[in-house]
């Protein structure tokens, strides 16, 4: 669907042409938007599962976790499942968000420490006391943030 800048677009995230995706993370289409409603399409995630959309601002993600064709965001105290693939939602994330693992991406302001343990792992621990295990493959980035960060 798509409609005269300045008005929001949505497109579909995860579903064939076609297919009715019964789950899928929507974004507005910030291209071609423009003044305030461009901004507000870069500060949220639209989640659209069965009945309804979600209107979630990015600030409100603590964490994005994978499991296979899904994604569960979890936000506070509540968790959104979504058909879609990790890497197609973490190319809409901005820099405030940081790939920890092949199935974890976090919210870099919801980082409360990060911990080593005896076999050299990296762990993040958020505010909300949940600990993710880093990926080997992904301690470099992690270390270039912690770098930045200090």
């Known amino acids: 669907m798509r409609g005269s800048p300045g008005v929001n ?10 297919e009715d995706a019964a ?17 507000d399409a870069r500060e949220r995630l ?9 209107f979630l601002a990015l600030d409100e993600i603590d964490w994005i976790e994978s499991a296979g064709n899904y994604v569960h965001i979890h936000a506070g105290a509540e968790t959104h499942t979504t058909r879609e693939s990790m890497k197609n939602l973490e ?8 790939r920890v693992h092949r199935s974890a991406v976090v919210n870099t302001g919801r980082i409360r420490r990060i911990s080593t343990d005896d076999s050299g792992h990296h762990h993040v621990v958020l505010k909300d006391g949940t600990s993710l295990a880093a990926g080997r493959y992904l301690e470099g980035p992690l270390r270039e ?3 930045r960060a200090c």
């Open 9 to 18: 677009t949505v497109i579909a995230r995860g579903a064939r042409s076609g």
């Open 23 to 39: 789950g899928g993370s929507l974004r507005v289409d910030s291209q071609r938007l423009t003044g305030p409603a461009a901004a």
């Open 46 to 54: 639209i989640i659209k599962v069965p009945g309804h959309l979600i």
């Open 91 to 98: 190319a809409r994330l901005d820099g405030r968000f940081l």
């Open 145 to 147: 943030w912690m770098d």
